[in-house]
């Protein structure tokens, strides 16, 4: 069972920038690619970025593409997402999930094994 913590959100001002972690415990981390959801208010959770078991591969919705990276330190069991250049639209809560299968799930919310609880993220205009 793996456990996944979140943690780098809050309050910014459009075009500032967040720095996202999340910390994983109980399995073996380089084991699962990782991935970025986000949900807003009254909307769907949507995919935002994944990341390769080795970080060798790199994923982005086309919303965040030059503007958020993903990426990942093993020796930690963390990933990170780099929000830069936010805008009020990214505004919601950051989820971090885990998932064993393969590259084509990584894209997808039922693609994704363990999940965090997230952490809110707001981008104020």
């Known amino acids: 069972q793996v456990q996944l913590v979140e943690s780098g959100g809050g309050l910014v001002q459009a075009g500032d920038s967040l720095r996202l972690s999340c910390a994983a415990s109980?399995?073996?981390?380089?084991?699962?690619?990782m991935g970025w959801f986000r949900q807003a208010p009254g909307k769907e959770r949507e995919f935002v970025a994944a990341?390769?078991?080795?970080?060798?591969?790199?994923f982005y919705a086309d919303s965040v593409k030059g503007r958020f990276t993903i990426s990942r330190d093993n020796a930690k069991n963390t990933v990170y997402l780099q929000m830069n250049r936010l805008k009020p639209e990214d505004t919601a809560v950051y989820y971090c999930?885990?998932?064993?299968?393969?590259?084509?799930?990584?894209?997808?919310?039922?693609?994704?094994?363990?999940w965090g609880k997230g952490t809110l993220a707001t981008v104020s205009s």
């Open positions: 999930a885990a998932s064993s299968r393969l590259g084509n799930w990584w894209t997808r919310p039922e693609g994704m094994n363990y």
């Open positions: 109980g399995g073996t981390f380089s084991n699962y690619a």
């Open positions: 990341i390769s078991w080795s970080g060798g591969s790199t």
